[in-house]
């Protein structure tokens, strides 16, 4: 697949206004390891983002190198997000790329195999990053370079971060759905709870769910600051009010449910699991949650109101501690009385 020197010195030139992108899948049969990469270099010859997965479901592996690099992303994200992915190894993985990227030598020797369209180098630095993670002999790898303008990527990225999704006939999800003009719909990934979880059947409109706002664009992770999610280390939970089920007629259709985040904030899961047990949000387990919707609010102050009718008092201290508390110094004030009526 080497080009020859006048494409190669063609390709030099374009590469330099140009986006490269890396997409590459691999597999090993004899460990049941499954999984995609992509990598994307900006004009600065550095990586604008890297991104991989590894799986133990064969699907994995399915999708189609000549994919665009847009669609590639999204699929590495939804296998993220139905979790058909092995965390220890996909993290190790993408430690591997985040080590890369601060080595300059390293760095330079990629971006030139990438640059070249070199895919026996390309292919064995490659390797030897998935393998040092897999440690297999027999591994399977397979890569595609591809090549698009900054204009293309950008027109992609903004596609993304507009606040409306547009369907069939121009009308945005919002629109369709009867929502404010100014709606924003997010990608969430419902949080489970298998053993005291409600089941997906049967949930109602009005019923709060815990979800987590998928941090798979820019638009998502915009709305993951605005609602004070973002932790060092990881994305904090949001409760979600249910307010529309979709569930389709066919065996194998998804269930769709659209929720309330906040004002103008929604949020759309897509599960295909229909046995899936849902957690459901409870405010003296998972409290007020600082920039959340007006339904937590009120669910905290529920909750202050829920601890005085069953007996307990404010700041912590129940009646049977204070109850004790007072004995102490009825037992301290009689004791300094006998000390004074001894002298």
Do not use: C
Request: a negative charge; hydrophobic letters at 40%; aromatic letters at 10%.
């Amino acid at each position: 697949m080497r080009q020859t020197n006048s494409m190669n010195n063609e390709t030099n030139i374009m590469s330099d206004e140009n986006i490269l992108i890396v997409k590459a899948r691999f597999k090993s049969a004899g460990m049941n390891l499954y999984g995609q990469v992509l990598i994307i270099f900006n004009n600065q010859k550095l990586f604008e983002s890297y991104n991989a997965v590894v799986s133990t479901y064969s699907d994995a592996y399915d999708l189609e190198l000549h994919t665009s690099w847009d669609r590639y992303e999204e699929f590495i994200a939804d296998l993220k997000w139905k979790g058909h992915f092995n965390t220890s190894m996909t993290t190790s993985l993408i430690n591997q790329f985040k080590e890369l990227s601060s080595d300059n030598g390293a760095m330079t020797r990629f971006f030139s195999s990438v640059n070249n369209y070199d895919y026996d180098n390309l292919d064995i630095l490659l390797y030897d990053l998935i393998n040092r993670i897999f440690h297999e002999k027999n591994l399977t790898l397979e890569s595609v370079i591809q090549e698009i303008t900054p204009a293309e990527f950008y027109e992609v990225k903004e596609r993304r971060s507009k606040p409306l999704d547009k369907s069939a006939g121009g009308k945005g999800l919002s629109d369709k759905l009867g929502l404010g003009k100014d709606a924003v719909i997010l990608t969430l990934k419902p949080l489970l709870a298998p053993v005291k979880g409600t089941p997906i059947y049967a949930l109602k409109i009005g019923d709060i769910i815990m979800s987590k706002v998928l941090p798979n664009s820019e638009k998502q992770n915009h709305y993951i600051d605005i609602l004070g999610l973002r932790e060092e280390n990881q994305i904090r939970p949001v409760p979600a009010e249910v307010i529309d089920i979709k569930a389709g007629t066919g065996k194998n259709d998804p269930i769709e449910i659209l929720t309330k985040l906040g004002d103008d904030i929604y949020g759309k899961i897509i599960e295909d699991e229909k046995q899936v047990k849902l957690r459901i949000y409870n405010p003296a387990v998972d409290g007020y949650i600082a920039g959340g919707t007006p339904f937590q609010k009120t669910n905290k102050t529920n909750k202050a109101k829920t601890l005085l009718d069953d007996g307990a008092i404010p700041f912590g201290l129940s009646r049977g501690t204070i109850t004790i508390l007072l004995l102490f110094m009825a037992i301290m004030i009689m004791f300094t009385v006998l000390i004074f009526l001894s002298w």
